[in-house]
């Protein structure tokens, strides 16, 4: 490999002037400066000279602030000035590169070259985070409780629903964060340096290390296939193309060079001197100067939030809210109870063991089960319609979710280049443009891309007949991103019959972007008189706005030339002078267009009906966003790119995202941005669609972040969810899905609080009046049982129309205020039997305890199961709206057996008696009653309140 000579190196004045810098950058900020702190002090040294504007309102870090002003500092400066900056090298070193020693000393102080720099939680931390829930809590004091009265059976329940509960929520953390840290291996790959060597006489080395050892000061060298292990700036290049889609997203590759100084002006991803870690060279080479390793790159800027773990959703908050009032609640009523029972009885054991009962009959045991067999039941649901779910939370977030950020291709489009027409440079079809046009592409051997698929694909599916047998191809002028054009040299094959075509002759045939193609001619043919004339001035700007007019409908056009090359011209071989490619003829162009899917505009109308609204999220032009979305009928009113955003202040940036629908030529930041502006600012649970390395910070902040199974890894590791199929219609099922697993948790989560809350102050009212317990400790216990039992069915209901219609959220104040308005109707309920059985019955005797139990226990098992068919619909229950046949049979199931079981041996065990038929008359009396008191507060309630669950 030949070495570069660095002028700096020996060049006394110009080692004078970088030594002066270095020294004023220490003098300012300290003698520690010329160890770790140098970069710290550059980057102050280079904000007063170049302060980084904090753009959408200063939301980017100090840390991004420093990435972005060192990288452009780097770009604007020379190659003397870029090494004395990251001190690669010694000054009585004769040769270029650090030392193993430097080096090594180095990676000791700045640790392996990974571009992230988070400490995961351990295995022990996450289980704990996992069992330390304010609702665990309770069943395990209950559970411990229940064992010491000897309540084995209660007890061991409640123990089995924590472990369910607490396994659950560990596996989904563990296998969170585990996605994470593979983030770090994406990256792992053998990296060539150059170092120094020797202790006399010091020579260059070129040698290959692990990535993971690449540090700052570092000389790389690399070709067709690597990446770069930093952020690197360019010393030799020749003829370098890098994709930069693990940054942007988008396919198209990117024109690197050494030789240019940049300027503040240009954006940070498009500066040609600085290639960015995690980018990978297409072709060329070069040599390179890695100035950022790390947690220091502008990769990490990019990853700096991932693996960290997601703040509880609104749900979950209102879960654990709702906990917190359970247990205070819990605390004053069961001492209030325990308290009197002990005064009745003076008996502390039995009084502990009626407070330990009442205390599990307040707390809604199933919630956890109900709530993960809810998500697990729309998990199957799902996968039927090939859909992965990893995290069952995201189910419910689905439900709630109200705007779905997706990108372009693929999602909208079908991800793939097909070709729309062949025009002349008049704009009509013209066949000869396409015989040309696809000769080129056949002969063309170096980087085929999709476009010259698509002219294959058009050729060959619309039955022309061009017969390139006929052809022979003599030599190729490949691509370049200097001449965006490539030619083939192509003539008639001397076995060829056809001697009277056109095309006898040599002809160099050449194919590239408009505006270069009509650089290199000289001549158009002209439509109607069959000859070429003089291109002229007018028909250039014809030409040109013909082709802008196409590009603003969303098309990609290309130019085609023709050039006839004389026999004596070739010599015969093998064409290598590039200005061959001159006074051409302009044949015309031809447009291409990635189409958008059939399924896109159905899917995205079906979410529109369900209150998701879609925003476009892409790296794209917006001229091809707004041609596509127009198509699906997304509206393209409200409309920004990325550079525009970068411009506004924190107001207008909010305002601006929310109001938009179409948002293009983003970076993976901005994204991210745009993401949690929906969030905070405008209170939006957002929903993100993206399958690469670039989409991966939008997925990991979006409360639902959706991947592809083609996508990559890094997308699908943290994705919520995993479509097998890039179709939105199964996001619209998801949407569905996630909303009836919400509304049937919210029916439970209701109904149990409501029922719980209203059961055990009739208790206490009860506890209060009569001279013995209202129920036994074991009665209220099996009571509480068979009611839990007769909930499983829950997960398996149905819900209204006018429900998934409209995102559902979790609000606050709604479970206090429904509680207030329903809770009084059950216990009115509770107190009506009180007083039937004390006054029609004369049932307030310690000698009828027995009958009291009875009674008491099969109203409130009855109440308990039948108030859900009042809570779980708006309309009428039994007439208007009829639950599922699971939830019914569950329901008769659980009522024939508490009305039956007083008359079993097992209740004469449990000391109750048969129960008079009369008692039963009233129960249909009360029950009717019940339904018909709770259904006029129901309706009051939903005019007041405009929601009922």
């Known amino acids: 490999m030949e070495?570069?000579?660095?002028?700096?190196?020996?060049?006394?004045?110009?080692?004078?002037?970088?030594?002066?810098?270095?020294?004023?950058?220490?003098?300012?900020?300290?003698?520690?400066?010329?160890?770790?702190?140098?970069?710290?002090?550059?980057?102050?040294?280079?904000?007063?000279?170049?302060?980084?504007?904090?753009?959408?309102?200063?939301?980017?870090?100090?840390?991004?602030?420093?990435?972005?002003?060192?990288?452009?500092?780097?770009?604007?400066?020379?190659?003397?000035?870029?090494?004395?900056?990251?001190?690669?090298?010694?000054?009585?070193?004769?040769?270029?590169?650090?030392?193993?020693?430097?080096?090594?000393?180095?990676?000791?102080?700045?640790?392996?070259?990974?571009?992230?720099?988070?400490?995961?939680?351990?295995?022990?931390?996450?289980?704990?985070?996992?069992?330390?829930?304010?609702?665990?809590?309770?069943?395990?004091?209950?559970?411990?409780?229940?064992?010491?009265?000897?309540?084995?059976?209660?007890?061991?329940?409640?123990?089995?629903?924590?472990?369910?509960?607490?396994?659950?929520?560990?596996?989904?953390?563990?296998?969170?964060?585990?996605?994470?840290?593979?983030?770090?291996?994406?990256?792992?790959?053998?990296?060539?340096?150059?170092?120094?060597?020797?202790?006399?006489?010091?020579?260059?080395?070129?040698?290959?290390?692990?990535?993971?050892?690449?540090?700052?000061?570092?000389?790389?060298?690399?070709?067709?296939?690597?990446?770069?292990?930093?952020?690197?700036?360019?010393?030799?290049?020749?003829?370098?193309?890098?994709?930069?889609?693990?940054?942007?997203?988008?396919?198209?590759?990117?024109?690197?060079?050494?030789?240019?100084?940049?300027?503040?002006?240009?954006?940070?991803?498009?500066?040609?001197?600085?290639?960015?870690?995690?980018?990978?060279?297409?072709?060329?080479?070069?040599?390179?100067?890695?100035?950022?390793?790390?947690?220091?790159?502008?990769?990490?800027?990019?990853?700096?939030?991932?693996?960290?773990?997601?703040?509880?959703?609104?749900?979950?908050?209102?879960?654990?809210?709702?906990?917190?009032?359970?247990?205070?609640?819990?605390?004053?009523?069961?001492?209030?109870?325990?308290?009197?029972?002990?005064?009745?009885?003076?008996?502390?054991?039995?009084?502990?063991?009626?407070?330990?009962?009442?205390?599990?009959?307040?707390?809604?045991?199933?919630?956890?089960?109900?709530?993960?067999?809810?998500?697990?039941?729309?998990?199957?649901?799902?996968?039927?319609?090939?859909?992965?779910?990893?995290?069952?939370?995201?189910?419910?977030?689905?439900?709630?979710?109200?705007?779905?950020?997706?990108?372009?291709?693929?999602?909208?489009?079908?991800?793939?280049?097909?070709?729309?027409?062949?025009?002349?440079?008049?704009?009509?079809?013209?066949?000869?443009?396409?015989?040309?046009?696809?000769?080129?592409?056949?002969?063309?051997?170096?980087?085929?891309?999709?476009?010259?698929?698509?002219?294959?694909?058009?050729?060959?599916?619309?039955?022309?007949?061009?017969?390139?047998?006929?052809?022979?191809?003599?030599?190729?002028?490949?691509?370049?991103?200097?001449?965006?054009?490539?030619?083939?040299?192509?003539?008639?094959?001397?076995?060829?019959?056809?001697?009277?075509?056109?095309?006898?002759?040599?002809?160099?045939?050449?194919?590239?972007?408009?505006?270069?193609?009509?650089?290199?001619?000289?001549?158009?043919?002209?439509?109607?008189?069959?000859?070429?004339?003089?291109?002229?001035?007018?028909?250039?700007?014809?030409?040109?706005?013909?082709?802008?007019?196409?590009?603003?409908?969303?098309l990609r056009v290309l130019g085609v030339a023709l050039r006839r090359i004389k026999t004596e011209t070739s010599g015969g071989g093998a064409v290598k002078d590039e200005t061959v490619e001159s006074n051409m003829v302009f044949l015309g162009l031809v447009t291409f267009f990635d189409p958008p899917k059939d399924s896109a505009k159905q899917a995205l109308w079906r979410l529109a009906e369900k209150g998701v609204k879609a925003k476009v999220l892409t790296g794209d032009s917006l001229s091809l966003s707004i041609k596509v979305c127009k198509e699906v009928g997304i509206r393209t009113t409200h409309v920004i790119t990325g550079p525009d955003l970068e411009l506004l202040d924190h107001a207008a940036f909010h305002e601006t995202v929310n109001r938009a629908t179409v948002l293009a030529r983003l970076t993976p930041t901005q994204k991210l941005r745009v993401v949690q502006s929906l969030q905070t600012a405008g209170d939006h649970i957002v929903g993100f669609l993206g399958d690469g390395i670039n989409d991966s910070l939008a997925l990991d902040a979006a409360d639902v972040g959706i991947s592809v199974d083609s996508g990559a890894s890094v997308a699908k590791d943290f994705a919520d969810i995993i479509l097998l199929e890039k179709d939105l219609n199964v996001l619209a099922a998801g949407v569905q899905r996630g909303r009836v697993t919400y509304g049937n948790t919210m029916k439970y989560i209701k109904m149990s609080v409501v029922a719980n809350i209203g059961s055990v102050l009739s208790l206490f009212i009860a506890t209060l009046f009569l001279p013995f317990e209202p129920l036994t400790p074991r009665q209220l216990l099996t009571q509480n049982f068979l009611y839990n039992v007769g909930q499983i069915a829950i997960p398996w209901d149905k819900m209204e129309e006018g429900y998934v219609k409209i995102p559902q959220r979790w609000s606050p104040k709604d479970l206090p205020l429904f509680i207030l308005w329903n809770g009084p109707v059950c216990s009115l309920c509770d107190i009506a039997t009180l007083l039937f059985l004390w006054f029609y019955y004369g049932a307030y005797s310690p000698l009828d305890a027995k009958f009291f139990h009875s009674a008491w226990f099969v109203e409130g098992l009855l109440m308990q199961t039948l108030i859900f068919h009042m809570f779980r619909t708006e309309k009428i229950p039994f007439i208007q709206d009829v639950a599922s046949w699971p939830v019914i049979c569950s329901t008769v199931l659980v009522s024939a057996v508490g009305i039956a079981l007083p008359f079993t041996p097992i209740g004469k065990v449990m000391k109750m008696i048969d129960l008079p038929l009369s008692y039963f008359g009233f129960l249909v009396v009360l029950f009717l009653g019940y339904f018909s008191l709770g259904q006029v507060v129901k309706r009051i309630y939903i005019l007041v309140y405009k929601r009922w669950l």
Request: proline share 4%; charged share 25%; aromatic share 10%.
């Open 3 to 554: 070495t570069r000579k660095f002028p700096s190196l020996n060049n006394n004045n110009n080692l004078e002037s970088s030594n002066s810098v270095r020294e004023n950058l220490v003098n300012k900020h300290g003698p520690n400066t010329r160890r770790s702190g140098f970069k710290d002090s550059v980057f102050a040294f280079l904000g007063r000279l170049m302060p980084g504007k904090k753009h959408d309102g200063g939301t980017r870090s100090e840390e991004e602030e420093k990435v972005y002003s060192w990288l452009y500092a780097l770009a604007q400066s020379e190659d003397d000035l870029v090494f004395e900056y990251v001190r690669s090298t010694e000054r009585v070193c004769i040769c270029a590169g650090l030392s193993f020693t430097e080096a090594e000393r180095r990676l000791r102080e700045s640790g392996p070259n990974v571009p992230l720099d988070y400490t995961f939680p351990r295995w022990w931390q996450l289980l704990w985070n996992a069992f330390f829930h304010p609702f665990n809590i309770i069943l395990v004091v209950l559970t411990a409780f229940s064992f010491v009265s000897r309540d084995y059976p209660n007890g061991s329940i409640m123990l089995i629903l924590v472990f369910i509960s607490v396994s659950l929520r560990f596996f989904q953390e563990f296998s969170s964060s585990k996605a994470a840290m593979k983030l770090s291996e994406f990256l792992k790959c053998p990296v060539k340096v150059q170092r120094c060597a020797g202790r006399v006489v010091q020579t260059e080395l070129i040698v290959q290390i692990d990535q993971r050892e690449v540090v700052s000061g570092d000389i790389v060298s690399f070709g067709p296939g690597d990446l770069f292990p930093g952020d690197v700036r360019l010393l030799t290049s020749k003829d370098l193309i890098v994709s930069q889609s693990s940054l942007t997203g988008e396919s198209g590759t990117t024109e690197k060079t050494a030789h240019i100084k940049e300027d503040r002006t240009t954006p940070l991803l498009e500066l040609r001197n600085i290639c960015f870690m995690g980018t990978s060279v297409v072709s060329g080479s070069g040599t390179g100067l890695v100035v950022s390793t790390g947690s220091k790159t502008y990769m990490s800027t990019i990853f700096s939030t991932i693996g960290q773990q997601k703040p509880p959703n609104a749900f979950e908050k209102g879960v654990r809210h709702v906990s917190y009032v359970l247990i205070c609640v819990m605390l004053v009523l069961v001492t209030i109870i325990v308290v009197f029972e002990y005064f009745e009885s003076h008996n502390l054991t039995e009084s502990l063991l009626f407070g330990i009962s009442v205390a599990s009959a307040l707390t809604p045991q199933m919630l956890p089960l109900i709530v993960n067999t809810s998500l697990a039941k729309g998990a199957l649901a799902m996968a039927r319609d090939r859909c992965i779910v990893k995290n069952l939370s995201a189910i419910q977030n689905m439900g709630t979710m109200d705007i779905l950020c997706m990108d372009k291709t693929g999602t909208l489009t079908m991800d793939r280049v097909i070709m729309i027409d062949h025009l002349d440079s008049w704009g009509l079809p013209k066949e000869r443009v396409l015989c040309f046009a696809f000769l080129n592409s056949y002969f063309k051997t170096e980087l085929k891309n999709p476009v010259d698929d698509a002219i294959l694909a058009y050729v060959y599916t619309s039955g022309y007949r061009f017969e390139p047998s006929k052809w022979r191809k003599i030599d190729e002028i490949p691509f370049d991103f200097t001449r965006r054009r490539v030619s083939v040299i192509i003539e008639k094959d001397s076995n060829a019959k056809d001697r009277n075509h056109d095309c006898l002759d040599r002809f160099m045939v050449t194919k590239g972007a408009l505006e270069e193609v009509l650089k290199i001619c000289c001549f158009v043919e002209h439509v109607n008189k069959g000859v070429s004339l003089p291109l002229s001035l007018e028909d250039h700007q014809r030409i040109l706005h013909m082709g802008e007019e196409l590009s603003n409908d969303g």
